[in-house]
């Protein structure tokens, strides 16, 4: 199924100049780039993200990190794309990610992971309304 997903390339891998990088690893698996954007994003903006983790002892810092430069954020599309997104991003903490994922390659903790993905269809359509400011469809057929 054919579905559109959104990842942010988050501060860490900017400064590291990786965007070229990261992105060719999401075309080499059949996602394309629809829609993409740099900025620094507004605090309320991050907070929305992260409402779900805003009870978490990490939830302060990770807000601060996320608003601290810039992010490249990206509306992909293709077969499955959530998941695959997932795949390609690896674990969450860097050290337990696979080899030649994002995260073993381009993280460096746990916060410092190098992107964020959406982890579900529907976290994907509220993250694209969100970040992209309209009511992105995130199944297509």
Not at 23 to 40: F, P, Q
Not at 89 to 112: E, F, H, M, W
Not at 133 to 139: C, I, L, P, S
Request: proline letters at 2%; glycine letters at 4%.
């Amino acid at each position: 199924m054919k579905e559109s997903t959104l990842v942010i390339i988050k501060p860490d891998a900017v400064k590291k100049q990786k965007i070229g990088a990261i992105l060719s690893l999401y075309e080499a698996h059949g996602l394309v780039l629809e829609e993409a954007y740099m900025c620094v994003p507004e605090q309320d903006l991050v907070e929305k993200h992260y409402e779900a983790h805003k009870d978490k002892s990490f939830y302060a810092s990770l807000i601060r990190f996320m608003t601290s430069d810039r992010v490249f954020v990206m509306k992909l599309t293709g077969e499955n794309a959530v998941e695959v997104v997932r795949e390609i991003n690896g674990a969450t903490d860097p050290a337990k990610a696979r080899v030649c994922t994002i995260r073993y390659l381009y993280g460096d903790s746990v916060q410092l992971n190098a992107v964020h993905g959406s982890s579900s269809l529907e976290e994907a359509r509220e993250e694209l309304a969100l970040w992209f400011g309209k009511d992105e469809a995130a199944e297509e057929e």
